[in-house]
């Protein structure tokens, strides 16, 4: 635990300052063929300030947590911020103002396994595998988890502290057929620490046996036939739409630099059964799989409405770039490490349910594709993308087909979402995402399954 009192060192403060502690704890096991490849526990920790003067930022850190430190960063920071705003032409305005108190910790309160115990785990796990799906080629067990606790103050007054675990299991599986091999993951855990989120390995052994069916469906696959096709994307590809090539285009610091929603606010950008949130901490009553209450700057987490009814209604902010559009704050700053400043992040992204079934959406399409899992993928600030997919069935008369081989889909996200005619009554989260802008942090995604028209890739 690293809450201590911060208030002490407030008397330092000569401008705008954020002081934030933070602990970021690392497990990570990994099983191949049944032997331990990967066994290790880490812990990176310190504390950083920063300040804000006259549109220039100063920013400081040190892995030492005491009172020596606390104080040499501060002042620091404010040294840095002087001396950059003695550089700037032309007067910025003040920061809006927000104060946010908040205290959520979703650590266990369970007594905590051991490392052997974790490695047990992972042992039951690789040994059904084994003994129930003996022609895989290799088979990867992964554990991770990580916990991320922080502990800031600013001087408007915020003070926060937060404790947010995350613990994943990674298994994929590899079958050979006809010298040719077949790959296909699966991700399973979510918001908590192992304690929580893993009890019984059998617990697991249903969704493997799903899994390792999927996988024998794609040695006996087809090609995709390419073009622009009806398809209906699953939460998990729906979700990293929603996140990837619509989410980042509408983060204000992107948008500042150009992005191609600048252009597009309060117009129409997608069907009107479309409403994408970046959701703060809670979704249609449940718990985030990354739950912010207080962002990294003190304000206090809003969800943001990006897209509502079709419309685009909504950029997410952190305090500069609300300054500069004159928007209100959204708490979306955000900071992985104690060595990094908090930038503008998404938090849980997703597409809100609609009020068709999923049955019924693979029932009107009379060719077509039904897309479940993603690999890779990139976009860009246009709004263009292209995703790999690993996973996916042909849609035939309204029904499903045979599995596809490996392919992948692109377009342009606003272009897309304006073909959506049916979204699905369901909504699920996709447990691991993790998003690499700049600097590598844990977001949500996810949603319904949404029913649109795409560019497939073919053989």
Same mark, same amino acid.
């Given at each position: 635990m690293i809450k201590q009192d911060l208030w002490k060192y407030a008397e330092n403060f000569c401008n705008y300052t954020e002081l934030r502690v933070q602990e970021n704890r690392n497990i990570h096991l990994a099983m191949v063929n049944g032997d331990l490849m990967g066994n290790s526990r880490?812990?990176?920790?310190?504390?950083?300030?920063?300040?804000?003067?006259?549109?220039?930022?100063?920013?400081?850190?040190?892995?030492?947590?005491?009172?020596d430190a606390i104080v040499k960063v501060i002042n620091l920071a404010n040294d840095n911020a002087e001396f950059l705003a003695t550089k700037n032409d032309e007067p910025k305005g003040e920061l809006p103002k927000t104060t946010a108190k908040d205290e959520k910790d979703f650590g266990t309160n369970k007594p905590r396994k051991t490392q052997k115990e974790l490695i047990a785990f992972l042992q039951k796990i690789d040994d059904h595998i084994q003994e129930n799906y003996s022609d895989l080629?290799?088979?990867?067990?992964?554990?991770?988890?990580?916990?991320?606790?922080?502990?800031?103050?600013?001087?408007?007054?915020?003070?926060?502290?937060?404790?947010?675990?995350?613990?994943?299991?990674?298994?994929?599986?590899?079958?050979?057929?006809?010298?040719?091999?077949?790959?296909?993951?699966?991700?399973?855990?979510?918001?908590?620490?192992?304690?929580?989120? @893993?009890?019984? *390995? =059998?617990?697991?052994? %249903?969704?493997?046996?799903?899994? +390792?069916?999927?996988?024998?469906?794609?040695?006996?696959?087809?090609?995709?036939?390419?073009?622009?096709?009806?398809?209906?994307?699953?939460?998990?590809?729906?979700?990293?739409?929603?996140h990837e090539a619509v989410g980042h285009t509408t983060e204000g610091d992107l948008v500042k630099g150009g992005s191609v929603a600048g252009d597009f606010l309060n117009e129409k950008v997608a069907s009107e059964l479309v409403t994408l949130v970046d959701f703060a901490h809670t979704a249609l009553g449940e718990q985030c799989?990354?739950?912010?209450?207080?962002?990294?700057?003190?304000?206090?987490?809003?969800?943001?409405?990006?897209?509502?009814?079709?419309?685009?209604?909504?950029?997410?902010?952190?305090?500069?770039?609300?300054?500069? @559009?004159?928007? *209100? =704050?959204?708490?979306? %700053?955000?900071?992985?490490?104690? +060595?990094?400043?908090?930038l503008i992040r998404m938090r849980n992204t997703a597409i809100l349910p609609g009020k068709s079934k999923l049955e019924d959406m693979i029932a009107s399409i009379d060719d077509g594709y039904y897309l479940m899992k993603s690999s890779n993928g990139q976009a860009d600030s246009t709004s263009e993308f292209m995703f790999g997919v690993v996973l996916?069935?042909?849609?035939?008369?309204?029904?499903?087909?045979?599995?596809?081989?490996?392919?992948?889909i692109s377009g342009i996200a606003f272009d897309v979402l304006k073909t959506v005619t049916m979204i699905s009554d369901d909504m699920s989260w996709s447990?691991?995402?993790?998003?690499?802008?700049?600097?590598?942090?844990?977001?949500?995604?996810?949603?319904?399954?949404?029913?649109?028209?795409?560019?497939?890739?073919?053989?």
């Amino acid at each position: 635990m690293i809450k201590q009192d911060l208030w002490k060192y407030a008397e330092n403060f000569c401008n705008y300052t954020e002081l934030r502690v933070q602990e970021n704890r690392n497990i990570h096991l990994a099983m191949v063929n049944g032997d331990l490849m990967g066994n290790s526990r880490s812990t990176q920790s310190g504390v950083s300030a920063r300040v804000y003067k006259n549109g220039a930022w100063g920013f400081a850190s040190n892995p030492e947590i005491n009172d020596d430190a606390i104080v040499k960063v501060i002042n620091l920071a404010n040294d840095n911020a002087e001396f950059l705003a003695t550089k700037n032409d032309e007067p910025k305005g003040e920061l809006p103002k927000t104060t946010a108190k908040d205290e959520k910790d979703f650590g266990t309160n369970k007594p905590r396994k051991t490392q052997k115990e974790l490695i047990a785990f992972l042992q039951k796990i690789d040994d059904h595998i084994q003994e129930n799906y003996s022609d895989l080629t290799s088979r990867t067990v992964v554990l991770s988890n990580l916990d991320m606790e922080k502990m800031l103050i600013t001087s408007e007054g915020s003070e926060a502290y937060s404790n947010t675990p995350r613990t994943i299991l990674y298994v994929t599986m590899t079958l050979t057929e006809d010298e040719k091999p077949y790959e296909l993951y699966e991700i399973y855990g979510g918001l908590g620490q192992f304690e929580d989120v @893993f009890d019984d *390995p =059998t617990d697991l052994f %249903a969704d493997l046996a799903k899994q +390792y069916k999927h996988l024998k469906n794609k040695t006996i696959a087809v090609y995709a036939s390419a073009g622009y096709k009806d398809v209906i994307l699953d939460a998990d590809l729906a979700g990293i739409l929603a996140h990837e090539a619509v989410g980042h285009t509408t983060e204000g610091d992107l948008v500042k630099g150009g992005s191609v929603a600048g252009d597009f606010l309060n117009e129409k950008v997608a069907s009107e059964l479309v409403t994408l949130v970046d959701f703060a901490h809670t979704a249609l009553g449940e718990q985030c799989p990354v739950p912010v209450y207080v962002d990294d700057e003190g304000t206090k987490a809003e969800d943001a409405v990006i897209i509502e009814d079709g419309v685009l209604k909504k950029f997410m902010h952190n305090k500069e770039t609300a300054l500069h @559009f004159q928007h *209100p =704050t959204t708490g979306n %700053a955000r900071a992985y490490g104690f +060595y990094d400043e908090p930038l503008i992040r998404m938090r849980n992204t997703a597409i809100l349910p609609g009020k068709s079934k999923l049955e019924d959406m693979i029932a009107s399409i009379d060719d077509g594709y039904y897309l479940m899992k993603s690999s890779n993928g990139q976009a860009d600030s246009t709004s263009e993308f292209m995703f790999g997919v690993v996973l996916g069935y042909e849609i035939k008369n309204g029904k499903l087909g045979k599995a596809i081989k490996d392919t992948t889909i692109s377009g342009i996200a606003f272009d897309v979402l304006k073909t959506v005619t049916m979204i699905s009554d369901d909504m699920s989260w996709s447990c691991a995402g993790m998003c690499g802008k700049k600097q590598t942090i844990p977001v949500g995604m996810g949603g319904p399954a949404i029913k649109c028209k795409i560019n497939i890739g073919g053989k």
